[in-house]
């Protein structure tokens, strides 16, 4: 993976720009610790920096193409799926590669299909190409979103970027935050709606969308989006179906010129991939398969069963590992590296995010990429299967909020009743659940339980999945590691969201229809075990340790949350006088009692080190 980042600007003359060019670029360097580069010319210039996997010594960019006398520049990130049969294509219609990169593939893509060229690409991406005879800049994001692409539209300029970070090292891009930004933060966070950049100004490239911006203005269109149509198949079919995708998904993703691994917790997805890749490891004569799982120090001696996480991993990991002789490695993490990494991760996310289920990973990926560069993950499969409790919960079908955020009370208590009513925030999350119910598309020949199932497939993906996504893309990429998601491959999701819920269900359990598509290739107790969620810290050192931290913080009179905050309220938090917010989570399944503490924590952490400032 590599970082991108590019400034259009029809007012000046940007050849004379290349410190601030630069300076964005650097923002980037964790994404791409290999090598940089620029290209720059009068009104357009890109920066690139990049993360060797695929041709070390060939895929320099910025890369140029000529053609017919027209000359393209493109900057890339991502990894193309389909890049042999594309490749193939392309040189019988007469283009020549001068590397074996997936980079190139794109490019000569872009000249031989023009905006096309993105319906034909399987892949996680977000690229940007110049025409320079055209003087038209083309940006494009992969369909589910697994590559960032931000951007800032203004005064004949535009900018673009992975990471909001880049953006904001341009002189015209503050850190400032409006109503809309800050109801961003209270009412949705850590999740974004999506296209929303929170940052006053910027925006983010939707999945699946893409942008064009010359002298005659700015085009945004969508090139896909999920389509409902009726599944013909059998249930034994459809297992067949999926397992024969899934399968095809993990050997297209498993290419790559340096070492690959995955990543295990035990639980079906994970355990699924890395069954299907070590077979494919195993037929191609490769050694054993490298894994990784996470733990905390003596986490064991506090785990307690809950609604969200019914048992632990470790004994599960041990089960996988044994049944498919993996070489594995088990990284834990101790609290003060933890607490300490909870502003790593804003750092790597440029906003508050998950707290320390954000931080636990950056610290995991920090420790796999001294032993890997590429890994394969599970996330994505509880979307797209139907994996979570709010699945099968009525109240949850039934509310007037998006699922995994039903807690209102405990969402809204923590913050000052004027900044509430400054920003709406309320309204603003039952209009933003408003949008994507008008937005959700629907099957006319479904009766209304099918249509409700439907709709919130719908929402699981285009708005829980999206901040799952940000979460694995910004820890990972802040290590310099490339983390694939072969459950977001867009051949698997159209399938599996038009496979009716009782074929999806099948066996009358949460992602029946996967289970029964791995039969054979998993032992039965590991196909039976049921749903339990990327692990958390039970310890009570680390909920003592936050609780000090924020109480630090309301004591602070600079600390630029405390105007934001209930006050009162918190500090009753901070002391430990409401049992009930360690119960039922304002985000998610995680994000309760200690997290709900370190998201503010994160938020403070944001507003102080990016100083941020807030416009009412």
Known sequence: MCGIAGWIDWTRDLTGAADIVEAMTETLAPRG????????????????RRLCVIDPAGGAQPMIGERGGRKYVIVYNGELYNTAELRAELEARGHRFRTRCDTEVVLLSFIEWGDRCVERLNGIFAFAVWDNTAQRVFLARDRLGVKPLFYVRRNGMLLFASEPKALLAHPSVKPEIDAEGLAEIIAIGPARTPGHGVYRGVRELRPGFWLAYSRDGCTIRPYWRLTPRPHEETEEETAEHVRWLLADTVRRQLVSDVPVCTLLSGGLDSSTLTALAAETLHESGGGPLRTFSVDYADNDRYFRPGAFQPDADTPWIERAVGWLGTEHRRVVIDTPELVAALDDAVAARDLPGMADIDASLLLFCREIKKNATVALSGEAADEVFGGYPWFFREDAQNADAFPWSLNAQARFSL?????????????????????????????????????????????????????????????SMACGLEVRVPFCDHRLVEYVWNIPWPIRTA???????????????????????????????????????????????LDDPNAPIVPLLNVPHVRRLVAGEDPQSDESPFFGQLMTGPQTLAYLLQVNTWMKKYRVRVVL
């Open 415 to 475: 913050w000052s009743p004027d900044v509430l009513k400054a920003t709406g925030a309320e309204e603003y999350a039952k209009e933003r659940y408003s949008q994507a119910l008008a937005e959700t598309p629907r099957a006319d020949w479904e009766d209304e339980e099918a249509n409700r199932i439907r709709v919130m497939s719908y929402l699981n993906i285009t708005r829980f999945m999206p901040t799952l996504l940000d979460r694995k893309d910004r820890m």
């Open 507 to 553: 066996g009358n359990r949460e992602k029946g229809i996967l289970r029964k598509a791995m039969r054979g290739v998993l032992p039965d107790d590991m196909l039976a075990r049921k749903k339990s969620p990327y692990p958390k810290t039970h310890r009570p050192d680390y909920a003592a340790a936050v609780r000090r931290r924020l109480a630090e913080v």
């Open 33 to 48: 610790p290999d090598a940089s580069g620029t290209w720059l010319s009068r009104s357009c210039a890109f920066g690139h």
